[in-house]
């Protein structure tokens, strides 16, 4: 029985177990059973032992290759991250670290191109979510790895088996083959494992959706195992020569052409495996989402909320997560074993209606295959509710039609489609208020048509005023009352830019007061889509980078009205500065006791609070400094200025040490950040054009720390 290594870093990649007697029992632990995320083989088959990830590991790098590509490094390991993308801090306040994935690699390359302009994915998957931990159930994702021989290092050998790409971790000079590998006999390999996977999967699992077959509605949920078949088909069409031998042909016609016979009889669904399907249900599959009387809405509302239709499910194990991750339930569970497997609601295996089940709709909204599925709308039961927020001038907007747009693109359709209504298409004339200042907003807003003013009160009109030069642009500004304050920006309809975004991401009130200027539509988006539309890790970067650029254009010119670093900055000199560094300005969202920074540490960016409170301390001084930091202030901006304080400038106090931390910074409880890296800040006083800026600042360095100028 193998002997478990101690779990502190030791500094070498992997490590060999050593051996102990067999029978040995008291030796088992428990937390060997996972094989896959603790153990790994190298090229010749040998078990040996994988190191956690550590916060070290955050800033090493390693060289690999994925079909075929020039050498690129990825980092060794990233800040684990919660379903939001917020990351995770242990309870000392140190990062929660977890290795780089071959997945997370592929995903920093540039997309495939197909012919006709289409896409694919270069690595499939069907049991993994990016903001789910992989468990490397499916084996969807499988690629063949080529490292280097640890008996001679001028030599590679491939892997004895294909390895699961969303969960396997990089290593310094992997090669890496998916089905997209120029190298045919690698890219076979895959393809055939993929296809094995993907027949017997669909040919068990991939029956008709039953609001289709049996209420005759649209299809409720994208079934990922028909995404899967279309990544094979466009495989064997951009590699039409791999199709040579007869079985290659029958392969590659089966998934093409379907003209040869299945090469899995397909199981029909079992009745009796259809849990909570009401049959007598109202079918309110209308165009119009509110035709539903109060009698149906009672009958609806006293169904069970969810189906569950075994005959679909794939035990992908991503329901389980979505209840025990994503959601803090711990509902759903397998039982069972071989074949019986299935997935159980409590340890009774109840029903999913009679389980301790919140109805939340997260295990539905991941589904893969609509395994569980909505028996009802949310807008289904409540049609009052409707009404309150469609009339003459607001539609609700399709998801059909959401799932071409930039943004929704890579949602769930059983999402979209539970929550019809959610996103409304709003018509307005110049004058409309959409939002005003003071209110706490649920709602964001896409501008698809016309203008939009942003405007707050007791604020200074803009010398210039973006888009204004249209004539039925000013026309609208003249027109706005008083009372909102002056238009301080015009929005101009973009499909990848939200507005009022900020409200519903922080649940503050709102900091201005949206008002259209022309007439034009907008596309109005509850917060619930707008927080699973930030699950998608490419829109949640997009938006966390507004998010940040819109808080910085906030929070500086007010730090250039007090006495802090930027009390000495004109108007115009604070415009430049944030225009230059608002790009690469990052939110960064704390729990609270999470270190920030600790004294001593190098100045490398600084950080404005856009919302919660941050305390300082310092073991040099004996404990907590000052009272705490609140939002609107800012911190660490000193300390990076006498990091690229020049020479030539002698009056630095001699008590200071340039570019070093004075003291810890520390949430006190969710706190809200803009950090600003160092690089950006450096690179804009360092302009010729902005050597005033430049000298102003240590000035007033020089006067924040008790000197004279």
Not at 71 to 99: L, M
Not at 151 to 174: F, S, Y
Request: a neutral charge.
């Amino acid at each position: 029985m193998a002997e478990r290594i101690p779990s502190q870093p030791t500094g070498e990649e992997t490590m060999i177990l050593t051996l102990r007697p067999a029978g040995d029992e008291s030796l088992i632990d428990e937390s060997l059973a996972d094989e896959e995320s603790i153990f790994a083989r190298d090229p010749f088959g040998k078990l040996i032992r994988v190191d956690r990830p550590t916060e070290q590991d955050l800033a090493k790098s390693v060289r690999i290759k994925i079909d075929g590509s020039d050498w690129f490094e990825v980092p060794k390991a990233v800040p684990a991250t919660d379903a939001q993308g917020n990351v995770k801090y242990h309870e000392d306040g140190s990062t929660v670290v977890r290795a780089t994935t071959i997945y997370d690699a592929a995903k920093r390359m540039k997309p495939l191109k197909l012919a006709d302009n289409q896409t694919s994915t270069r690595i499939p998957i069907l049991c993994h979510q990016d903001h789910q931990t992989p468990v490397a159930v499916c084996r969807a994702c499988v690629v063949q790895i080529v490292s280097i021989d640890p008996r001679d290092p001028t030599k590679k050998r491939e892997q004895r088996k294909l390895l699961p790409a969303c969960q396997h971790r990089v290593e310094e000079g992997m090669e890496i083959h998916t089905l997209w590998s120029p190298e045919t006999k690698f890219r076979k390999t895959v393809r055939a494992s993929v296809q094995t996977l993907y027949e017997l999967l669909a040919g068990d699992h991939c029956h008709p959706d039953r609001d289709q077959e049996l209420r005759h509605r649209d299809s409720k949920y994208r079934n990922e195992l028909h995404d899967l078949g279309e990544t094979l088909h466009a495989n064997w069409t951009a590699f039409p020569g791999d199709a040579s031998a007869p079985r290659e042909l029958a392969d590659r016609d089966r998934v093409c052409a379907g003209v040869a016979p299945p090469r899995f009889a397909a199981k029909p669904p079992n009745p009796d495996l259809l849990i909570g399907w009401v049959d007598d249900l109202p079918d309110s599959a209308t165009t119009d989402v509110a035709a539903v009387s109060r009698a149906d809405a009672q009958r609806i509302i006293t169904s069970p909320p969810f189906v569950v239709d075994h005959n679909n499910c794939i035990l992908c194990d991503r329901c389980i997560r979505a209840c025990s991750e994503v959601k803090p339930f711990k509902v759903i569970g397998r039982s069972g074993k071989g074949g019986t497997t299935q997935i159980a609601f409590d340890l009774r295996d109840l029903p999913m209606a009679e389980s301790s089940c919140r109805s939340c709709g997260e295990c539905m909204t991941t589904c893969p295959t609509g395994a569980i599925s909505f028996q009802y709308r949310v807008m289904d039961a409540s049609p009052n509710r409707l009404a309150q927020v469609l009339d003459a001038a607001t539609v609700a907007v399709e998801p059909d039609e959401l799932l071409q747009h930039p943004l929704f693109g890579r949602m769930s359709k059983a999402f979209l489609e539970w929550n019809r209504g959610a996103v409304r298409r709003r018509q307005v004339e110049p004058g409309d208020v959409i939002a005003e200042e003071g209110e706490y907003g649920t709602t964001a807003f896409i501008i698809e048509e016309g203008y939009i003013a942003v405007c707050r009160r007791g604020a200074k009109a803009p010398t210039y005023l973006p888009n204004a030069e249209k004539a039925q642009v000013a026309s609208g500004v003249a027109r706005i009352p008083a009372k909102y304050g002056p238009a301080l920006f015009v929005q101009a309809p973009e499909p990848n830019e939200p507005v009022g975004e900020m409200a519903p991401m922080s649940h503050a009130r709102r900091n201005a007061t949206l008002i259209a200027v022309t007439p034009g539509s907008v596309l109005e988006i509850d917060r619930n889509v707008l927080f699973v539309m930030l699950r998608d890790p490419k829109n949640r970067d997009k938006l966390d980078r507004l998010y940040a650029q819109r808080a910085l254009f906030e929070i500086l010119p007010k730090l250039a009205q007090g006495t802090g670093l930027f009390g000495c900055l004109t108007p115009e000199e604070v415009k430049a500065l944030t225009g230059y560094v608002a790009p690469s300005a990052q939110v960064v969202r704390a729990q609270p006791n999470y270190v920030i920074c600790r004294e001593g540490e190098p100045a490398d960016e600084f950080y404005l609070i856009r919302l919660g409170f941050v305390g300082l301390s310092s073991q040099s001084q004996g404990g907590w400094l000052r009272p705490p930091l609140r939002q609107g202030d800012s911190f660490g901006e000193v300390a990076f200025l006498t990091r690229i304080w020049p020479a030539t400038d002698k009056r630095l106090p001699a008590f200071i040490k340039p570019g070093v931390r004075s003291a810890t910074c520390t949430s006190l409880d969710h706190a809200e950040l803009i950090r600003v890296p160092g690089d950006g800040f450096a690179a804009f006083l360092k302009k010729p054009e902005n050597a005033g800026t430049f000298q102003k600042l240590r000035d007033q360095c020089i006067r924040v720390y008790g000197g004279t100028a």
